[in-house]
């Protein structure tokens, strides 16, 4: 494994990150569970610090099995969960990053992950309605308690980036970013890059297109969160990775990590033989 040249909490961010949505099977219909955590109980070993969850995933899923499963290595990991959207008991999912709901929300986090703090916690999306310093405070004082380490931002535009590092050092960022989806080029990178931000890769192989793993000719369920995938309708992408063949895993990860603005791609991992294989490209990039 190679690892970037900053650190969260003083611990190496290696630059292949384990995303942990997939662990809780919601929204993804081909997991195996006992593979996924199989697969997630070995990635430290091969070299993996860094792992990112969300309450959202799983509706708290996510968290708990990254908690349990990781609890013996607690010291040795950065663990990064969010905040941000929450759900009612029916399931209904709404934004809100008030600071009492953030309150709310990292309880939880703390309980479901078995920790009593958190490396990096970033605001997941933001609400639109909630004045951002008042959140931005709340996350300092947090931070200054030694409950939170690092505070990160997820999906913000540039403008509320910067409005919101007019307040206090945001000390990781989040984005969308592969091959084929590269909106944040223009502006968030550049940005970064300047700020000498961490930046998270979320998607580097756009839900297992650039994998090969979903295939043209693959049918969403009612509950599958790639029926909201905007290049499962795009010939041209799956042309793109066809013409690629066998490299096209490789190609993606590069293209991603190549010239290390980014600081780690957060890939979703739940079968063994992808993580080694994930593993092993991204050490000889």
């Not at 109980?41 to 969300?54: K, L, N, P, V, W």
């Not at 939880?108 to 078995?114: E, F, K, T």
């Not at 939170?148 to 910067?162: A, M, R, W």
């Amino acid at each position: 494994m190679i690892y970037s040249n900053l650190k969260i909490n003083n611990k190496p961010i290696s630059r292949l990150g384990f995303g942990c949505w997939a662990l809780s099977k919601s929204g993804w219909k081909d997991v195996n569970l006992d593979s996924a955590y199989a697969t997630l109980s070995m990635a430290y070993q091969h070299g993996i610090t860094i792992y990112d969850t969300a309450p959202i995933y799983g509706f708290g899923k996510s968290e708990e099995i990254l908690g349990t499963v990781l609890k013996d290595i607690r010291d040795k990991i950065i663990i990064c969960t969010k905040f941000g959207l929450i759900w009612n008991e029916k399931g209904v999912v709404s934004h809100n990053i008030s600071p009492d709901s953030l309150m709310f929300e990292i309880d939880n986090s703390l309980r479901r992950l078995q920790t009593d703090y958190i490396d990096l916690y970033q605001i997941h999306w933001p609400d639109n309605k909630t004045e951002i310093s008042l959140v931005l405070k709340k996350l300092a004082e947090l931070k200054n308690e030694g409950i939170i380490k690092n505070i990160g931002i997820s999906n913000f535009s540039l403008n509320l980036l910067q409005q919101s590092m007019d307040y206090l050092k945001i000390d990781a960022v989040q984005y969308k970013y592969n091959i084929f989806e590269r909106e944040i080029e223009s502006d968030i990178i550049p940005f970064c890059k300047k700020n000498q931000i961490i930046l998270l890769a979320y998607s580097p192989l756009a839900q297992g297109i650039i994998s090969g793993k979903v295939k043209s000719d693959y049918i969403t369920s009612k509950n599958d969160i790639r029926r909201f995938n905007p290049l499962l309708n795009d010939k041209t992408v799956f042309d793109k990775v066809s013409s690629l063949g066998k490299s096209a895993l490789k190609e993606g990860l590069s293209f991603v990590l190549n010239d290390n603005v980014v600081t780690s791609a957060l890939v979703s991992m739940t079968k063994e033989n992808h993580l080694i294989e994930n593993c092993k490209i991204v050490s000889e990039i």
